[in-house]
């Protein structure tokens, strides 16, 4: 069973607040992950990072940032929340071979 | 990224009956995964296939890495109303790469 956690789990807020999404893991993975997934959608990949310091956009254009200053951290950081960053937030990491992916149980936005 | 064609959509079924979904790519893959995800949590992995050819079950769930390294298949047998939620295949080219996903096969399981 994979240990990834996500906080919170359900954000609601109104628009212009800058928000943060926690995400951690304990399983030592260097390599971790952001994607966005509407209702009923396929997951989109946001932002990734390969170990401490690196962090890289991924193929769906996201207005949030990301940081990785601890192995275990991996949180994204929303400026000024609009209505359009309404989506459901998921963390996945990986070891260093990055065959198999583990996601957390991801965070619901509500932007209003 | 690589587009995943998964299918079927959608899919209603009663319980007992056995299920099969698919999935293709256009590009050859190294590593297919699949995933199922229940409303509102993240999608918990089902099975993992690495080698070309390779058949891995677990449970009632069996799923085969297709030969031409371009498909996948997952099968459920004698289906129980648990098993409702979307099923994502997902692969990837390369190791570490950020994951291709499907847009999902949601299950619908009467009693």
């Known amino acids: 069973e994979a240990d990834i956690y996500q906080t919170p789990r359900y954000l609601v807020i109104g628009t212009g607040k800058k928000i943060t999404l926690e995400c951690s893991q304990t399983?030592?993975?260097?390599?971790m992950y952001w994607y966005q997934q509407d209702p009923g959608m396929e997951l989109h990949l946001i932002h990734y990072?390969?170990?401490?310091?690196?962090?890289e956009k991924g193929d769906l254009s996201s207005e949030s940032t990301v940081s990785r200053i601890r192995t275990e951290h991996f949180p994204l950081t929303l400026e000024s929340a609009r209505p359009s960053h309404t989506s459901q937030y998921l963390c996945?990491?990986?070891?260093?071979?990055?065959?198999?992916?583990?996601f957390g149980p991801g965070t619901r936005l509500l932007v209003l | 990224g690589q587009q995943l064609n998964q299918s079927p959509q959608s899919m209603f079924i009663q319980e007992g009956e056995d299920v099969s979904m698919n999935c293709t790519s256009s590009?050859?893959?190294?590593?297919w995964l699949w995933y199922k995800q229940d409303p509102g949590e993240g999608p918990v992995l089902l099975i993992a296939?690495?080698?070309?050819?390779e058949l891995t079950s677990n449970g009632r769930l069996t799923a085969q890495f297709g030969i031409t390294r371009k498909d996948s298949f997952l099968n459920i047998s004698a289906s129980i109303p648990s098993d409702v939620g979307i099923y994502f295949c997902?692969?990837?080219?390369?190791?570490?790469?950020?994951?291709?996903f499907g847009k999902g096969t949601s299950l619908l399981v009467t009693p």
């Open positions: 990072s390969y170990g401490v310091n690196s962090t």
């Open positions: 997902a692969g990837h080219q390369n190791p570490g790469y950020a994951l291709n």
């Open positions: 399983m030592g993975h260097d390599k």
């Open positions: 996945a990491s990986s070891d260093l071979a990055g065959e198999t992916q583990y």
């Open positions: 590009s050859i893959f190294n590593t």
């Open positions: 296939l690495y080698k070309a050819g």
